[in-house]
């Protein structure tokens, strides 16, 4: 039986030590809940545990005519819905779909943090164990405590509690409350916003240069094909002056033709003086 100053051991070890994919999940969990270490994680894996256990009990006595357990899922419904876990009409089956993080998110640190009591799970750690966070008018320092459905609503700081004032500087901003508390409308908003953070006006501007830019770049590459061909006009003109030229060349052998002309001259002259 052991002692009573030291209670059992309220979780199971995993199977095995050393596992790649269940070690990063185990430190992503650490992380995001801002945990202490991963008993934690394990004490929720527990209860997960044996509730799917006695949900599949009781799943395979649905078809027979015992009332007894009948008694015991009713109950084990209650119970989760009392927790906040599932909803009011859920069945055995919603039972085995459950994860760990629905258990992980019913503790007071997780919801203190949600509720923004804390800038970050850490800090609504380190609040829960100086006595800073109170459920009605009962002080709880526990940080695994699992808050009930009713006590929901009725978290918050304690009445001696430095943390009242509005100006203390450990206490997060007005602004903050609302992001945490609504974290899926938030999600699709971010980009929504993103979307208007990119006026079409600044993409325009650009546009509207690039042309601008391009005309005066276009307009000297217009003048220059224009120079091209009227070069290429002026080679076949070169062309026909070369053509023209020859026929002065034919002059040019016409003078001798007209030397042997003068030669029959010369003779006459000789006769002349013979």
């Given at each position: 039986?052991?002692?009573?100053?030291?209670?059992?051991?309220?979780?199971?070890?995993?199977?095995?030590?050393?596992?790649?994919?269940?070690?990063?999940?185990?430190?992503?969990?650490?992380?995001?809940?801002?945990?202490?270490?991963?008993?934690?994680?394990?004490?929720?894996?527990?209860?997960?545990?044996?509730?799917?256990?006695?949900?599949?009990?009781?799943?395979?006595?649905?078809?027979?005519?015992?009332?007894?357990?009948k008694k015991?899922?009713?109950?084990?419904?209650?119970?989760?819905?009392?927790?906040?876990?599932?909803?009011?009409?859920?069945?055995?089956?919603?039972?085995?779909?459950?994860?760990?993080?629905?258990?992980?998110?019913?503790?007071?640190?997780?919801?203190?943090?949600?509720?923004?009591?804390?800038?970050?799970?850490?800090?609504?750690?380190?609040?829960?164990?100086?006595?800073?966070?109170?459920?009605?008018?009962?002080?709880?320092?526990?940080?695994?405590?699992?808050?009930?459905?009713?006590?929901?609503?009725?978290?918050?700081?304690?009445?001696?509690?430095?943390?009242?004032?509005?100006?203390?500087?450990?206490?997060?901003?007005?602004?903050?409350?609302?992001?945490p508390s609504?974290?899926?409308?938030?999600k699709p908003?971010?980009?929504?916003?993103?979307?208007?953070?990119?006026?079409?006006?600044?993409?325009?501007?650009?546009?509207?240069?690039?042309?601008?830019?391009?005309?005066?770049?276009?307009?000297?590459?217009?003048?220059?094909?224009?120079?091209?061909?009227?070069?290429?006009?002026?080679?076949?003109?070169?062309?026909?002056?070369?053509?023209?030229?020859?026929?002065?060349?034919?002059?040019?052998?016409?003078?001798?033709?007209?030397?042997?002309?003068?030669?029959?001259?010369?003779?006459?002259?000789?006769?002349?003086?013979?």
């Open positions: 039986m052991g002692k009573p100053k030291f209670s059992r051991k309220k979780y199971e070890t995993p199977s095995h030590p050393w596992q790649e994919d269940r070690i990063k999940a185990e430190n992503e969990l650490i992380k995001k809940y801002g945990l202490k270490n991963k008993r934690e994680i394990w004490k929720a894996e527990t209860k997960l545990r044996k509730y799917r256990g006695q949900a599949r009990e009781l799943l395979a006595k649905v078809g027979t005519e015992d009332t007894q357990s015991e899922s009713d109950q084990l419904l209650m119970h989760l819905n009392r927790m906040n876990i599932l909803p009011i009409n859920s069945t055995l089956d919603d039972v085995l779909a459950l994860g760990t993080e629905s258990i992980l998110s019913r503790r007071l640190q997780t919801l203190t943090y949600l509720k923004g009591l804390a800038n970050t799970p850490d800090q609504a750690r380190q609040i829960i164990g100086h006595g800073h966070i109170g459920i009605g008018e009962k002080r709880v320092t526990v940080p695994g405590y699992m808050v009930t459905k009713d006590e929901d609503g009725e978290i918050g700081y304690t009445s001696d509690s430095p943390l009242n004032d509005i100006m203390h500087p450990a206490r997060p901003r007005a602004d903050f409350k609302s992001v609504k974290e899926e409308e938030t908003k971010e980009p929504k916003e993103e979307v208007k953070k990119e006026p079409p006006k600044k993409e325009e501007k650009p546009s509207e240069e690039k042309p601008e830019g391009k005309k005066t770049e276009e307009a000297p590459k217009e003048d220059e094909p224009s120079d091209e061909p009227e070069k290429k006009e002026e080679k076949p003109s070169g062309k026909s002056q070369k053509e023209e030229t020859p026929p002065p060349e034919t002059t040019t052998e016409e003078k001798p033709e007209e030397q042997p002309k003068d030669e029959p001259v010369g003779k006459e002259d000789k006769k002349e003086g013979d």
